[in-house]
């Protein structure tokens, strides 16, 4: 099936969830035929005008949709606002106006947190929060498990809709881009549930390597139970990432 061609949006207003966390919300008419059901997944946000070495393809970046309104014609979108290698899509969150316009490709799917597992682990880092909440909405009310989220400072905490058996740890790294690890170390204190557990995890690109090991091999979770994706790399760009993720995903199969 073809992809559909890139929608050209406006900002209709911008809101500061946490000190370091930008939501943007989108309108325009391109949304008109926008698939509901996808929040959670990535769009690309096209920057045509930024320096590419490749003159038919524009700079691209990607983020999750946080939320998407059908009736109202809205799509918001969450920019993690420290650590951001790429730059011009943080910069451009930045200085959003209402009226400005940005064009955007697709929405792509995402694998969301199985509701029918005995328990539940899930994880993220500041880029993985938005992903991570569109997981929380979507778990029955009887789960159970863990939510463990980095965040860069103690006023970046949002309230999460969490199951009455979900409990959540906070973890403060205010250079996660240079002190690597923290999210690691936290997953891997947690006791272990009795069941079938479903692992959803957003992160950084050597956490994620260590996590993939850390649940195969000593927590010997299925592979089919567990998502677990790197949003970003400490010292890399998202072209560069790119390529990092392909040569890993070739190696690890």
């Known amino acids: 099936m073809p992809k559909p061609p890139p929608r050209k949006l406006e900002v209709l207003r911008t809101e500061q969830i946490t000190p370091n966390m930008l939501r943007v919300t989108l309108g325009g008419a391109d949304l008109a035929d926008f698939p509901e059901g996808r929040e959670g997944g990535y769009i690309k946000l096209l920057f045509p005008e930024a320096p590419h070495s490749t003159p038919e393809r524009p700079v691209m970046r990607t983020y999750s949709i946080r939320a998407f309104d059908a009736a109202q014609g809205t799509l918001s979108v969450d920019f993690a606002l420290h650590g951001d290698a790429g ?21 792509g799917s995402i694998r969301m947190a199985d509701p ?115 949003y970003w790399r400490a010292g890399r760009t998202e072209d560069q990432h790119k390529i990092d993720k392909q040569a890993d995903s070739k190696a690890a199969a």
């Open 87 to 107: 730059g011009v899509a943080t910069e451009w969150a930045q200085g959003a106006q209402p009226g400005d316009q940005i064009m955007i490709a697709g929405p």
């Open 116 to 230: 029918e597992a005995d328990w539940h682990l899930l994880a993220a880092d500041m880029t993985g929060i938005p992903a991570l909440m569109c997981n929380l909405d979507r778990l029955p009310e009887n789960a159970s498990g863990y939510v463990v989220v980095e965040i860069t400072s103690e006023a970046d905490k949002q309230p999460f809709p969490l199951p009455a058996g979900m409990a959540v740890q906070w973890i403060v790294n205010p250079t996660p881009d240079q002190t690597k690890g923290r999210l690691v170390e936290a997953i891997k204190a947690l006791p272990r549930h009795e069941g079938r557990v479903s692992v959803w995890t957003a992160c950084e690109f050597d956490s994620m390597r260590a996590l993939r090991s850390y649940y195969r091999t000593d927590r010997g979770v299925d592979r089919d139970q567990i998502y677990l994706s790197s």
